[in-house]
């Protein structure tokens, strides 16, 4: 097992372009979480899916991101018109529904470091 | 809501100086706890977890207490190492939905 892969691990993009990452998380882990990790801070919330079913949105997921876990696998996220202030290093992990927190933990993934210009 | 407090960094100390960086956290219930690491140009990793009250996570020499009393889970090494220098975030998480709550972390660096 590869872990947590997100692709890409850098994307430039100009103000006002949509943007698309992906994760593809530990083939047996049912659940998928997305942050987001702004300069200085913690990891924040966006998301989060059992299988392919999204569970729970953040407040600062607005309108202008999606996500999408097709089929339970692996998971996309995309920003429509992006903004400077999206410019942030957005992490996907995973887990195991079955387990309680903590005795697997979440697998994080190495994150996708956007920059919008 | 829930919420997680660190000390503010960055810490500066000398190799084998005493580690203390605190956490306090606002939660109804009892939340899992845990520190994570995240080492320069890597991602985050769990450093150690507790899940109840007077529960003790170790790991690499780092421990930390789940404080019911006081809501704290302060980490603690009694040597660091060079090799240590990362930033060091504190989260809680509830079992049913898993999402973890960071705070804003704290970043160690240690001086030869």
């Known amino acids: 097992d590869t872990g947590v892969s997100q692709d890409p691990r850098h994307k430039i993009t100009k103000r006002g372009q949509n943007v698309t990452f992906r994760c593809d998380p530990i083939?047996?882990?049912?659940?998928l979480y997305w942050y987001r990790q702004t300069l200085g801070q913690g990891p924040e919330f966006l998301t989060y899916?059992?299988?392919?079913?999204?569970?729970?949105k953040s407040r600062l997921l607005s309108d202008r991101f999606s996500a999408e876990r097709p089929k339970g696998s692996f998971s996309t996220l995309e920003i429509q018109r992006t903004e400077q202030g999206d410019s942030a290093m957005y992490l996907c992990?995973?887990?195991?529904?079955?387990?309680?927190?903590?005795?697997?933990?979440?697998?994080f993934g190495s994150g996708t470091r956007l920059t919008v210009v | 809501g829930d919420s997680v407090t660190q000390m503010e960094g960055p810490v500066t100390l000398s190799e084998e100086a005493f580690l203390t960086i605190n956490c306090t956290y606002t939660?109804?219930?009892?939340?899992?706890l845990f520190w994570y690491v995240q080492y320069p140009g890597e991602g985050l990793q769990l450093l150690l977890k507790?899940?109840?009250?007077?529960d003790k996570g170790s790991n690499k020499g780092f421990e930390a207490t789940y404080r019911k009393e006081t809501t704290s889970f302060h980490l603690e090494k009694g040597s660091v190492q060079v090799s240590d220098s990362a930033v060091y975030f504190c989260?809680?998480?509830?079992?049913?939905?898993?999402?973890?709550?960071f705070g804003q972390g704290t970043t160690l660096q240690v001086k030869p």
């Open positions: 507790a899940t109840k009250a007077d």
């Open positions: 989260a809680l998480s509830r079992s049913n939905t898993g999402k973890l709550i």
């Open positions: 083939s047996e882990h049912n659940r």
């Open positions: 992990a995973s887990s195991s529904f079955r387990s309680r927190q903590g005795e697997y933990g979440y697998t």
């Open positions: 899916f059992q299988n392919e079913a999204q569970l729970e």
């Open positions: 939660a109804t219930g009892y939340p899992s």
